[in-house]
């Protein structure tokens, strides 16, 4: 696994676990009277742990194509389940929608690498998931809160797994192999940048494939875009390649090329990096830029790396 693959998981990790934690608090909720629910939290992080392992980036590159139709998208059921958890647990509205934008964004990921025609080789995710089931059945034996936990919810092992987590785990499979290919299109590519471009790409195709059922689950539960704070950027672009291009406040025209990017932002104490794809017919090197972002990472003490929502040329 790359340093950049990662990275992407643990940025991604806190919504993962945020859906996981509503689905097996609905589980919970349906199997457990309430008076004897004090074990679930100690269960809670036991079982999230375990099922980070599902997320693993999977080195595929050639199979047998994997039927969407063994995966269930947009199922309504399953939104019921994760979002009637949150509201029942009164969570804020922007907590909700973080969840359905979870949810969704694995939606896509899965339709997206399907009409690519990606291949997922059906003996590696069988090897990938027996490789888990096992260290679910090691967490098993060693925990007695875990092996309660499961018998109060009278699942076996087995069904735990297959019935709760195995069809999302194919989701983030498919999100990892739509990762590597834009790493082999832009192999030094900064995650944060591969992570919104194989996002946007997705989400643009199964928004357009399926936008009615889109706009009746977002209606249901009255859901919109997370709120983002918004941050600004102005500076010059000293540098563009590959994927992305650099932002330096303060830079002067007769340093860009004689400066290295690195000289050039410890020089003036701040860089960002942006992504270039949407904007390259846009911009050129030596032109002033306002630019709005709402995140960001740090690479060093004064280098970041950043998303990127809008850009204003300036004269």
């Given at each position: 696994m790359s340093k950049y693959e990662v990275e992407a998981l643990k940025d991604l990790q806190a919504s993962k676990n945020r859906v996981m934690t509503n689905v097996v608090g609905k589980i919970e909720q349906r199997a457990i009277p309430k008076q004897s629910r004090r074990w679930q939290y100690s269960m809670f992080t036991l079982i999230l742990t375990v099922c980070i392992g599902l997320f693993v980036y999977a080195q595929v590159n050639n199979g047998d194509k994997l039927s969407a139709n063994a995966v269930p998208i947009l199922d309504e059921k399953i939104y019921d389940m994760v979002l009637q958890e949150a509201i029942d647990a009164n969570e804020s509205q922007e907590s909700i929608n973080m969840t359905f934008?979870?949810?969704?964004?694995?939606?896509?990921?899965?339709?997206?690498?399907?009409?690519?025609?990606?291949?997922?080789?059906?003996?590696?995710?069988?090897?990938?998931?027996?490789?888990?089931?096992?260290?679910?059945?090691?967490?098993?034996?060693?925990?007695?809160?875990?092996?309660?936990?499961?018998?109060?919810?009278?699942?076996?092992?087995?069904?735990?797994?297959?019935?709760?987590?195995?069809?999302?785990?194919?989701?983030?499979?498919?999100?990892?192999?739509?990762?590597?290919?834009?790493?082999?299109?832009?192999?030094?590519?900064?995650?944060?940048?591969?992570?919104?471009?194989?996002?946007?790409?997705?989400?643009?195709?199964?928004?357009?494939?399926?936008?009615?059922?889109?706009?009746?689950?977002?209606?249901?539960?009255?859901?919109s875009k997370p709120n983002m704070s918004t941050q600004y950027k102005y500076g010059t672009v000293v540098a563009m390649e590959e994927d992305r291009f650099l932002v330096v406040t303060g830079a002067l025209q007769e340093e860009i090329g004689r400066l290295s990017n690195e000289e050039m932002i410890n020089k003036h104490t701040n860089g960002v990096w942006f992504p270039l794809l949407e904007v390259q017919q846009k911009i050129t090197i030596g032109q002033n830029v306002n630019v709005t972002y709402s995140l960001q990472t740090q690479l060093n003490q004064y280098d970041f790396v950043a998303n990127l929502d809008e850009i204003e040329i300036s004269e």
């Open positions: 934008q979870t949810l969704f964004e694995l939606d896509a990921y899965y339709v997206y690498a399907e009409s690519k025609n990606i291949k997922f080789s059906e003996k590696a995710i069988a090897k990938q998931m027996q490789a888990e089931r096992e260290k679910l059945v090691k967490s098993y034996k060693e925990s007695a809160v875990f092996k309660d936990g499961l018998t109060r919810l009278n699942l076996t092992l087995d069904e735990f797994f297959d019935k709760y987590y195995k069809a999302n785990a194919l989701k983030w499979f498919a999100q990892a192999e739509l990762m590597k290919e834009y790493y082999r299109k832009y192999e030094n590519s900064y995650q944060l940048h591969a992570y919104f471009a194989v996002k946007k790409e997705a989400m643009d195709y199964f928004t357009a494939k399926y936008g009615q059922q889109i706009a009746y689950l977002e209606n249901k539960y009255n859901v």
